[in-house]
């Protein structure tokens, strides 16, 4: 019996050789993976975005439908409603883009944060028509880039947690010891 196993051994041993010449053999065609790059997350969150943006408006212009307030309650809606669409769906754009390895809501919490800082300043300012100005036209690019850093950062530490190595090997009762490791 002991005499099979050695057999069965080297069999397996020789057919492993056999299959590694014939793997080695085959050429390198490693590719870099679309999360390698951040085009596809600035794309997908500039894309998204302006969608988010529009719906947003038109819920914020619908939910104001009635007011009576003043000639600019409707335009205030629309303006609110177009912040919040656009950060979330800037986020969740930028999150897609970067085949979800991130932490959506952190990217989320990211936009709004970035939002916050640019509109308290224009409000800080008395709405100056130079500070509103910036942060109108800054205020969406910050984001983008911020949520971009955030999103490719969290995913790359997820990614780094989640690595498994498995390896196998003959033991010394002629049978085959299977030995795996996780990274915390």
């Not at 590694?20 to 500039?46: C, F, H, N, R, W």
């Not at 988010?52 to 309650?73: E, I």
Request: aromatic content about 4%.
């Amino acid at each position: 019996m002991r005499l099979l196993r050695v057999a069965l051994l080297a069999l397996a041993l020789g057919a492993n050789t056999l299959v590694a010449q014939s793997v080695s053999t085959i050429p390198d065609t490693t590719v870099t993976t679309e999360a390698d790059s951040p085009e596809k997350a600035y794309l997908l969150g500039v894309g998204i975005g302006m969608g988010g943006f529009l719906a947003g408006g038109l819920a914020g212009l619908a939910a104001t439908s009635g007011c009576t307030g003043d000639d600019y309650c409707g335009a205030r809606g629309f303006l609110i409603g177009a912040a919040v669409g656009g950060t979330l769906g800037m986020a969740l754009g930028v999150h897609l883009g970067n085949d979800r390895r991130g932490s959506l809501p952190l990217d989320m919490l990211t936009g709004a944060a970035v939002w916050g800082i640019g509109i308290g300043g224009a409000a800080l300012s008395d709405w100056d028509d130079t500070v509103t100005l910036i942060a109108a036209i800054g205020v969406p690019i910050a984001q983008l880039l911020t949520t971009v850093a955030v999103e490719r950062a969290t995913g790359r530490s997820r990614d780094a947690k989640r690595n498994l190595s498995v390896s196998a090997g003959p033991n010394l009762q002629g049978g085959l010891t299977l030995a795996a490791s996780l990274r915390f």
